[in-house]
């Protein structure tokens, strides 16, 4: 039969309308089923992707499934929500005015009595080898610089001119593109000062690097001025638990580096230690600090009375000054009283952290002489004692640098006073000599040099043996160690 030249027509549109129609329909199915595929967010972001372009070819919108939305949304506020927590974060390391300084101009210093932080919420620019932070300026008639030294305890005059100092400015930077970006605050401090004495590292390096940045929880950027490798390598443990990232050594980097905000400088409260109220909203207490050391350094005894019989006593022995010249004497005693006796004489072990943090966390008790060695107590368990041997006639430092940190670690704090007749001075100038019957003399005419020459550089003790007996049952008592004075 033939077919004319319209019915042709009309069965060749009919074919190109349901072509169409076919391949819409697969063309809708393929969307729908990617659409509503579940797979892992990586993929989902995928598919996001492949849709929008989808978007693009076909000229109309897509219906995309609540579930990619829903996702997509969330990564978005979790994003907007890390940042906003930084930002909120750093305006917490200041407070009263200077926070208020800070939310309205990005820039702001928190001055004490013993530190001096700045604080920056806005974009940086960082010129490692000037050590110029550059600010952007809330207006443009703003032209301000600042200078500080970026160690803890800025009461030593003698101290800060050894700190490589940094200067924080709004003028327009001489190098203004950024070699290196990065996507959390710079902190900016010195490892030079005391490093190298353990009370020092801890007190005015471990500790204040806690108080200002734990509550940033690894993010931030660690910028270390006077680096010194054998600092950084002996306290490898705890860098990296507050911050996610390598230390930049500004020594071999030279380049400029940006930021979203910075703070120069660290946080001091007191020796040893941290005030709770001091905190940004109560962040932390030096329980938390003894709870990291022990994290850090996967120490395992929490508290004395957990810990098996008998009970162990570290005995701190100084080889060169304020040496315990009766001191096999002193062990005899101790052993007696049914201690088990580590002597620490050693300065290469003591100051293998790593190593030396597990003895004296296996201990009960610790004594020594007043020195840096007594700042162990760190590691020492909960409920734990520690004795300080007071040296005659020195007194600076005494109480506020081991006394008074021990009962905010949760230990007990004893002390023996030594008395004239324990003095080794008394051998050399007699008990009536005013170097030993009226020791503040020496302070009053020489100052603080003479009487840490006299007191601490020149002086070596022997202890009064039953004397000394009557400290260690009361520290037995307190370990849960109980036994009766006139028997021991």
Not at 2 to 9: A, C, F, N, P, T
Not at 33 to 50: A, C, N
Not at 208 to 229: A, G, N
Not at 430 to 436: E, M, S, T
Request: charged share 20%.
């Amino acid at each position: 039969m033939r077919v004319g030249k319209s019915e042709k027509g009309i069965r060749g549109r009919l074919v190109l309308y349901a072509t169409q129609i076919l391949c819409a329909f697969f063309l809708f199915h393929l969307l729908y089923t990617e659409l509503t595929f579940k797979g892992t967010p990586s993929q989902q972001i995928k598919l996001d992707i492949v849709v929008t372009g989808r978007q693009i070819l076909l000229d109309s919108k897509p219906v995309v499934s609540s579930e990619i939305k829903k996702y997509v949304s969330s990564e978005v506020k979790v994003k907007d929500d890390h940042n906003q927590s930084l930002q909120y974060l750093l305006t917490r390391l200041v407070g009263g005015e200077d926070r208020a300084k800070l939310d309205s101009t990005g820039f702001a210093c928190d001055n004490t009595s013993w530190s001096i932080v700045c604080v920056t919420n806005k974009p940086v620019k960082i010129d490692m080898s000037t050590m110029h932070v550059h600010l952007q300026p809330s207006n443009a008639a703003d032209n301000s610089t600042t200078i500080i030294r970026p160690y803890s305890m800025q009461e030593s005059p003698y101290v800060m001119n050894y700190i490589t100092p940094v200067t924080i400015t709004t003028a327009a930077p001489p190098r203004p593109t950024c070699d290196h970006n990065h996507e959390h605050p710079a902190v900016i401090f010195s490892t030079g000062g005391y490093t190298g004495n353990l009370f020092h590292e801890f007190n005015e390096n471990i500790i204040p690097l806690f108080i200002t940045t734990r509550l940033l929880r690894l993010r931030v950027h660690f910028v270390v001025v006077d680096y010194k490798p054998s600092f950084i390598q002996k306290y490898r443990r705890v860098f990296p638990r507050l911050s996610g990232h390598e230390i930049i050594n500004t020594a071999e980097d030279s380049s400029v580096h940006c930021f979203p905000g910075a703070i120069t400088g660290l946080k001091f409260h007191k020796f040893l230690g941290l005030n709770s109220s001091e905190n940004p909203q109560g962040y932390y207490s030096m329980t938390d600090f003894r709870h990291f050391i022990r994290q850090t350094y996967k120490l395992k005894n929490k508290s004395v009375f957990n810990m098996q019989n008998p009970p162990t006593l570290l005995l701190i022995s100084r080889q060169r000054t304020r040496k315990f010249l009766n001191q096999d004497k002193m062990v005899k005693m101790m052993e007696e009283l049914g201690f088990r006796v580590i002597i620490a004489s050693s300065d290469k072990i003591m100051s293998n952290i790593e190593k030396f943090s597990h003895v004296i966390n296996s201990c009960s008790v610790m004594m020594g002489a007043h020195g840096a060695g007594l700042a162990n107590e760190l590691f020492l368990p909960d409920g734990a004692v520690m004795i300080q041997v007071r040296p005659l006639g020195f007194q600076y430092g005494v109480d506020a640098f081991y006394s008074e940190p021990g009962p905010g670690m949760g230990l007990k704090y004893l002390e023996y006073r030594i008395e004239p007749e324990e003095s080794s001075l008394a051998d050399v100038y007699g008990l009536d000599h005013p170097v030993v019957a009226d020791t503040a003399s020496v302070a009053a005419k020489g100052g603080y040099a003479a009487a840490r020459e006299m007191y601490l550089n020149k002086q070596d003790l022997r202890l009064n043996i039953n004397r000394f007996r009557a400290t260690l049952v009361e520290t037995l008592g307190f370990i849960g160690h109980h036994k009766d004075v006139a028997n021991a």
